[in-house]
């Protein structure tokens, strides 16, 4: 095209622009493409996916995608949109594109898991330090309704089998075209609190309070024989090295040693009408409540008693206990 046909041609174009058409013309309406927008309507507008798109000609162009969800327009949508809207827009690459998203409320799975958790509450109350925690068979479970209604909801036909620990329902909310239902599964694990170590100790170590820590444990973890509560521990002894935060078992620990073997104890026989007391030597470990032997250290006699008191054994009461006690 020689120079004067190109001075023609653009005078052409100015002309056309200046008298009007359907369509705007491209040299009126440069714009440029935005890379993301979020959308509070049911339609996506020419200014969603463009910015500087005037007033006169901005217009609905496709349906918003479902509150919660989004669209993608690549390079090929994008251009066919700007020719046929005429505007002047070039693609920078071949990667260029758009997401729309729509708006929306969220009901997140936290908030349903709350909602189950407080409905299982209701007719299956927890034990002390009990806790119940929720998983559900949809992994990715959210609501996601228009962004001007509110997160209500409501849990119906509530189902929750004990045994099995599972349960169904149907959470219902409100929606732009009325009320709508989402099923909702899982299981439910019960969990509880019970007493640790909070750090490593040492076979035969007495356990104070400072020593005690607590865990949260899956209940079908703990039987009968599980420590659960921290009396059980506080005073006892260790059997065997243990490490913090391990469950114990009532085998783990044993009642405080108030006599240990080798010992010197005061041996004590008490009757109705007197009270002895002699110095023996404790041939057995014992805590309270415990039977052990000792030997009397004056007559080297062999006697059995109940440890009763930190050093002391009480003698069963008999006249020639008390005479071999002597």
């Not at 309507?41 to 217009?59: A, C, E, H, N």
């Not at 024989?225 to 114990?248: A, C, K």
Request: hydrophobic residues 40%.
């Amino acid at each position: 095209m020689s120079k004067l046909a190109k001075i023609l041609f653009a005078v052409w174009l100015i002309a056309a622009c200046s008298i009007g058409s359907p369509q705007p013309c491209a040299a009126d309406t440069p714009v440029t493409l935005r890379g993301e927008t979020e959308v509070r309507r049911m339609t996506v507008k020419l200014s969603d996916v463009f910015d500087g798109v005037p007033k006169d000609i901005d217009r609905d162009i496709a349906q918003a995608p479902a509150p919660g969800k989004q669209v993608t327009y690549d390079v090929n949508v994008l251009t066919r949109v700007a020719q046929k809207y005429r505007l002047g827009w070039e693609p920078q690459s071949t990667m260029d594109h758009t997401v729309i998203t729509t708006a929306s409320t969220k009901i997140t799975a936290d908030v349903i898991r709350a909602a189950v958790i407080k409905r299982i509450k209701e007719d299956n109350p927890l034990p002390k330090g009990g806790e119940i925690d929720v998983s559900f068979d949809n992994h990715a479970l959210q609501v996601d309704l228009p962004a001007d209604r509110g997160a209500d909801f409501t849990l119906n036909n509530f189902d929750y089998d004990t045994t099995s620990k599972h349960f169904h329902t149907d959470l219902v909310a409100d929606s732009a075209s009325g009320p709508f239902s989402v099923p909702v599964t899982g299981r439910a694990s019960f969990k509880r609190s019970v007493p640790v170590l909070a750090h490593r100790l040492e076979g035969g170590t007495t356990i104070g309070a400072s020593d005690i820590d607590h865990a949260v444990v899956a209940e079908d973890r703990i039987n009968v024989t599980v420590v659960t509560e921290d009396g059980q521990l506080i005073g006892h002894e260790l059997r065997r090295d243990t490490d913090g935060g391990d469950i114990l078992h009532m085998n783990d620990v044993v009642p405080p040693r108030l006599v240990t073997r080798g010992s010197l104890v005061t041996m004590k026989i008490e009757t109705p009408a007197m009270l002895v007391t002699a110095q023996g030597k404790a041939m057995q470990d014992g805590g309270k409540g415990d039977v052990v032997r000792v030997l009397n250290t004056q007559s080297n006699r062999m006697l059995e008693g109940t440890v009763s008191g930190a050093g002391t054994v009480t003698i069963n009461t008999s006249i020639q206990k008390v005479a071999a006690a002597q």
